[in-house]
């Protein structure tokens, strides 16, 4: 290994004279990273205990999270059985029906006596329901459960799974549902995966049909109403489905896509023009400057959101709203960029244009609009971008659009299939709108399409 030659004394100093920012370093060069750091994390320490995160997580209801993300990939039936003065057990269903009427139940079947029989995956696990008891069967262990007209009432043995809570008693299966025992009644939450009645309603001819069977319906099959082939049939009977509501969804959709290219496109079209009022080498008037990008400084810092309920409580809910707060803000944004774009151009080409005696519109025509164009339409499509997902939120104040419907089936507390079924319409048409952005821009820009 060579030896490194040792540097005398006059080398030394030579080296400190001409490069003292080597050896002469500063108090925040040498410790300033570390102070940095533990500036940081005294920080994030003090924001934990000032907002509480600790018991916020601890006091956290994870069960209630876990049921409302099973409910994302699974449908549950939640039938009320509940008990009638002869004695005899009448279930009532939610208002989303997802069994036709006097519908053959494989895990719902009425019992000797005027009971009823609730099987949670197998005979191992399920509920015999009758007015003064119910019998739990946990693993083929029964668990016979009082009621009177006061309560209900969990045996001593009970396992974690059946448990007392107040008045009524609480029967948990896992995945496969839950029930709660009550004097009244017996409140049963039957789940499965998928989503129950996607296609069609209980009210539509092809309810309960197999996939073959909806296939040789579709291709060979007779047709079940002479006056549409079944193709159209089944197109009217999935649009008018009344849980689902498909048409309503895809129309809210679609308007979701007007508001945020209406919004964007009339924004582009103000800040162009005034962004060369608002640059300093286009425009040599001090007071026109200043002015311009003060309006664009107060359009751009007032919030979309602000600016939807402001509009919304002038005009009312509906799609004019959600555009004029789309217009507002991406006016104020995009006017910022264009004219810091213009500021930045080149004068040669500018000059060379004005040598020849053309006007300042000319000029600007054809010396600055051709440099700054290709960063217009970049910001411009990244604007239609994202407005197509602001469009979402502010539609929940009431300016139109998917927003309100997505609102809506939070609020039930029983929808949040429905909720996950609106996040995937509106991914698919984020993903669908980056690409074709991509597409245009590397088109009418150049460069890569990634």
Known sequence: MPSVPAINASDRER??????QVFQRSFLQRYGLVIGSGLILAYLVACFLAFNVGPAFRNGQWDR???????????????????????????QWSSRGQYAEGSDISW???????????????????????PGRVDVYLNGTVYPVTIDSNAATAPADAPSALRQDGAKVLVDYGFEGQAEIRPAQVYVQRRFLGWANFLFDTKSAFWGKSWGELAHLATIGERLDPERSNIGHMRDDFLGNNVWQHADILSKLLQTLVMAFVGTLLGTLFAFPLAFIAARNITRNRAAN?????????????????????????????????????????????????????????????????????PSVIVNRFGVVPQVLPVFISQSL????????????????????????????MGTNADWDKVAYMVLLILMVVFLFDNVSNAIRSRLIGGPTH
């Open 15 to 20: 080296l400190r004279e001409t490069y003292p």
């Open 65 to 91: 999270a876990s049921l409302y993300l099973q409910d994302w990939y699974s449908w549950r039936a939640q039938p009320r059985l509940r008990f009638q003065d002869d004695g005899t057990v009448k279930p």
């Open 108 to 130: 719902l079947k009425p019992t000797e006596g005027g009971g009823y029989r609730v099987t949670y995956g197998s005979e191992a696990d399920r509920l015999d329901v009758t």
């Open 290 to 358: 200043w002015g311009m990008k003060r309006l664009f400084d107060f359009l751009r810092s007032v919030d979309m959101l602000i600016w939807a309920l402001f509009f919304t409580r002038s005009f009312g809910p509906g799609p004019i709203p959600g555009i004029a707060a789309i217009f507002f803000t991406d006016a104020g944004a995009l006017g910022k960029v264009y004219s810091e774009a213009v500021e930045n151009v080149d004068d040669k080409q500018r000059e060379g244009v004005k040598s020849v005696g053309a």
């Open 382 to 409: 990244y604007f239609w971008e994202s407005n197509t997902r602001s469009a979402t939120v502010i539609g929940a104040v009431g300016a139109g659009g998917i927003g309100l419907k997505l609102l809506e089936a």
